[in-house]
């Protein structure tokens, strides 16, 4: 199985700052890899498949970069919306996730 | 728009069995994969396995293979996903999804099980 481990577990940062969120692999997944945003009460949304495109209606703030093991979602500004929890999930080899990073509002 | 709808709340005994059903609007049926994933209270997402609308294969997580059935009904554009054997570590939300983690990925709303005694 492929393990995703995310980094950091939580992250305290202010509105119209910028966040950089880690996902790192225990063994390569190519580009399969995909970001979730997932706010309380709610089904996950997807941000960003296949490493980096983004998906239908996500703002240009949201970028997803990283192949093979080592892999980056980047948050250029954020907005009060964006404060949830962030999930990485691969496909390369079944499916699994990351064990999440809460961004929190300082 | 896309639509997955999941059925409602339930509340099971250890040992029994739970058939969450994901009816699928707004697209064609058969065109894309349904996917389950599970999150128990406070932890990460689970994948559960998927099914092929089209030709019914379905594949498990190795987690899961002994007892989860995922089949479908075309005719009701539905998934279902039945979970045998539950535990009480089975009580979680489970979610239908639809091309997962790729351009038109969509969730269902999610069904909390809970098993209790």
């Known amino acids: 199985e492929v393990v995703l481990t995310q980094s950091p577990a939580a992250l305290s940062l202010s509105p119209g700052e910028g966040a950089t969120l880690s996902c790192r692999a225990s063994q390569s997944v190519s580009s399969y890899l995909a970001w979730y945003q997932q706010k309380p009460g709610q089904a996950p949304r997807l941000l960003i498949y296949?490493?980096?495109n983004r998906a239908t209606g996500i703002p240009a703030r949201f970028s997803g970069s990283g192949s093979g093991t080592d892999f980056t979602l980047t948050i250029s500004s954020l907005e009060p919306e964006d404060f949830a929890v962030y999930y990485c999930?691969?496909?390369?080899?079944?499916?699994?996730f990351g064990q999440g990073t809460r961004l929190e509002i300082k | 728009q896309v639509q997955l709808v999941q059925s409602g709340a339930e509340v099971k005994k250890p040992g029994a069995s739970v058939k969450v059903s994901c009816k699928a609007s707004g697209y064609t049926f058969t065109a894309n994969a349904i996917h389950w994933v599970r999150q128990a209270p406070g932890q990460r997402l689970e994948w559960m396995g998927w099914i092929n609308p089209g030709n019914g294969n379905a594949k498990y997580s190795q987690r899961f293979q002994d007892r989860v059935t995922i089949t479908r009904d075309t005719s009701a554009s539905t998934a279902y996903m039945e979970l045998s054997s539950l535990k009480f570590e089975d009580t979680a939300v489970y979610y239908c999804?639809?091309?997962?983690?790729?351009?038109?990925?969509?969730w269902g709303q999610g069904t909390l099980v809970t098993v209790s005694s």
């Open positions: 999804a639809r091309s997962l983690a790729a351009a038109g990925d969509s």
């Open positions: 296949d490493a980096s």
């Open positions: 999930q691969q496909r390369n080899n079944w499916i699994t």
